[in-house]
């Protein structure tokens, strides 16, 4: 079975503070994605990566950066909160090998006061 | 790049009864077509999914259906049961081999 993680359940943090959520896989996945979820707009990309150290812009990349300096680890950094990106994020897996069947994490719920 | 919609936003069936979902897309090189479900607080999950080469897959009480015509595909639930109450959303393949691009989702309640 695929094993997705992420680092928070629920995050509550303070305009302007830096905030990292972490995605982690156990799986050897090449591919990692990261999601927003809103009600009413589904999942939206925001960055992926198909390959350690490398990064994709999805469609809604401002605001964030990402980090992977490993095969197994997907960082999401919102480099200064705001009250807009009070939201759902998830993280997701995929593996080249496969079909193309997404592996989703349990989601952070994110609060921006 | 890809445009999907997904129809209706919301839908509420009797328990035993039959729901349908629909989604469009608009690239024509989309060759993958995946129903995911996701019940309230879980994570989405994937359910079904079809290939181009197949018109039609089923698995026991649901089933997808793909029209690449006029580039549609459904999701049908028969039968449908209070556990099928979730949000159910379409992610046809887009232009890469890697990236899914959802349907806004479908709210489906099942009325006891």
């Known amino acids: 079975d695929v094993k997705v993680t992420q680092s928070s359940r629920y995050l509550v943090k303070r305009t302007g503070e830096k905030v990292f959520l972490e995605c982690v896989q156990d799986m050897d996945h090449e591919n990692m994605f990261w999601y927003r979820q809103d009600p009413g707009l589904g999942l939206r990309l925001i960055y992926f990566?198909?390959?350690?150290?490398?990064?994709e812009k999805g469609d809604i990349p401002e605001g964030y950066s990402v980090s992977r300096e490993k095969k197994e680890r997907f960082s999401l950094i919102l480099e200064s909160a705001s009250t807009n990106q009070t939201s759902m994020y998830l993280c997701?897996?995929?593996?080249?090998?496969?079909?193309?069947?997404?592996?989703f994490g349990p989601g952070t719920r994110l609060t921006v006061l | 790049g890809e445009n999907v919609e997904q129809h209706p936003s919301t839908l509420s069936v009797q328990e035993g009864d039959s729901a349908v979902i629909k989604c469009t897309y608009s690239?024509?090189?989309?060759?993958?077509f995946p129903w995911y479900k996701q019940e309230l607080g879980k994570r989405p999950q994937l359910i079904i999914d079809?290939?181009?080469n197949v018109g039609e897959k089923k698995d026991q009480r649901i089933a997808v259906t793909l029209n690449k015509t006029a580039k549609h595909f459904s999701l049908h639930i028969t039968e449908t049961q209070p556990e099928d109450s979730a949000v159910y959303f379409c992610?046809?393949?887009?232009?890469?081999?890697?990236?899914?691009?959802w349907g806004a989702g479908t709210k489906l309640i099942i009325k006891p």
């Open positions: 690239d024509s090189a989309s060759n993958y």
């Open positions: 992610g046809p393949q887009g232009g890469s081999n890697y990236q899914l691009i």
């Open positions: 997701a897996t995929h593996a080249h090998s496969s079909h193309n069947e997404q592996f």
């Open positions: 990566s198909y390959d350690v150290k490398m990064k």
């Open positions: 079809i290939r181009s």
